[in-house]
């Protein structure tokens, strides 16, 4: 894999840090968040997102997504994790926008019914936030649970995607 590049970009949500190698984003960071990666030795700012295909087009798309006129992504994505992570994380991209599941009901669709805290594990260590959507995944009771960029953030993110299901999510 090539060097690591980068950028920090705003958003409603505050401040995003995106990493990238040339060609695929890597992470996606709350810099407010309640942990951040530490960046790998050979990582280079780059000062400008207009500066890096990869920024540019993630840029794009997050702001169409915060704008409410794009419900998907379609990045070239590069995590890294365990076989068993990337599995979590591919099962949260088939999440429909403005819904929630439960972390019982991911390990379902994985296969594993009974590796609930495993899933839930593999979700906090998703290295591509809002974009691999692991603020869909809630409580078996419906709340909202922890959450790298806070729970706020999370409550933010289901908002926008669905201020219905918002409102329920408010009252747990």
């Not at 960071?29 to 780059?46: E, M, N, Q, S, Y």
């Not at 915060?66 to 992570?85: K, V, Y």
């Not at 926008?97 to 439960?102: H, K, L």
């Amino acid at each position: 894999m090539s060097p690591t590049a980068h950028t920090t970009i705003n958003s409603p949500v505050g401040p995003l840090r995106l990493c990238a190698t040339d060609t695929h984003l890597t992470r996606i960071d709350f810099v407010h968040g309640r942990k951040i990666t530490p960046l790998p030795d050979d990582a280079t700012a780059v000062q400008h997102a207009d500066d890096h295909p990869v920024f540019v087009e993630t840029a794009r798309q997050l702001a169409a997504y915060f704008a409410g006129e794009s419900e998907t992504f379609d990045l070239p994505l590069a995590p890294q994790g365990t076989e068993f992570q990337l599995r979590v994380w591919q099962q949260l991209r088939l999440i429909p926008f403005g819904t929630t599941i439960s972390y019982g009901q991911l390990a379902q669709r994985l296969g594993q019914p009974n590796a609930s805290r495993a899933v839930g594990l593999a979700n906090g260590n998703n290295p591509l936030s809002i974009v691999v959507p692991c603020h869909r995944v809630i409580g078996a009771d419906g709340s909202l649970t922890g959450f790298g960029g806070g729970i706020d953030t999370k409550r933010q993110l289901l908002e926008l995607e669905s201020p219905s299901l918002f409102a329920l999510s408010k009252t747990t």
